[in-house]
């Protein structure tokens, strides 16, 4: 697995299946995704990659604070289980956040990275004030003849949806066992530092 920044991908670019999400705690809900992922590329002969941020843009854009449960490295090898073979990350900043849904497919997503096949999550949104959603995703793949994969909910038995901001509370909660069910793993050392509310950030 190679870890990259946006800056390193000088087109041209192998084509691609290309992940697309924060993906912060890479739990079951993101395996999800980026099993799909190795599994389109490996299908059609693309080189499965994933793109991520390297801090979840909400605790960038204010709408919420936001623990980070884990640093792009951990990040970028936990993805690389699951047969990713390059991750590309890039900051979020108010530069990134104004670009429009079409720059971001067409500039970044097709000229940048060459993506040939797209892995999103179904509540994934991308753009400009996230004004594009998984059915502008579709429209977009469809006119540029690009392969499109929309992941559905992934949940535990009990039927709650996993998802980053369930694990954080639960670590705020002091509830292990509930979140290692959710990452599908044991605690980083920098998960366990959230345990019960405990900050060392």
């Known amino acids: 697995m190679r870890l990259i920044t946006l800056s390193q991908c000088v087109p041209p670019r192998p084509p691609a299946a290309v992940a697309l999400g924060t993906f912060d705690g890479v739990h079951l809900g993101h395996q999800a995704l980026l099993n799909a992922t190795a599994e389109a590329a490996r299908k059609k002969g693309l080189l499965p990659c994933a793109f991520t941020f390297d801090v979840p843009p909400a605790s960038v854009l204010g709408h919420q604070p936001c623990r980070v449960l884990t640093d792009i490295e951990t990040k970028a090898a936990l993805m690389g289980r699951c047969g990713i073979d390059t991750v590309i990350s890039s900051p979020f900043d108010d530069g990134v956040a104004s670009h429009t849904a079409e720059a971001f497919f067409h500039g970044l997503l097709l000229g940048t990275l060459n993506a040939r096949h797209i892995v999103i999550g179904f509540h994934y949104h991308f753009g400009r004030f996230a004004q594009g959603d998984a059915q502008l995703m579709e429209r977009f793949c469809r ?52 345990l019960g509310g405990r900050y060392d950030e």
């Open 143 to 194: 006119e540029a003849g690009v392969g499109l994969t929309v992941v559905p909910p992934v949940c535990l038995e009990d039927g709650q949806l996993v998802s980053s901001s369930a694990i954080r509370a639960y670590l705020a909660e002091n509830n292990r066992q509930r979140a290692e069910e959710m990452l599908n793993r044991p605690l980083t050392p920098r998960e366990e530092a959230l």
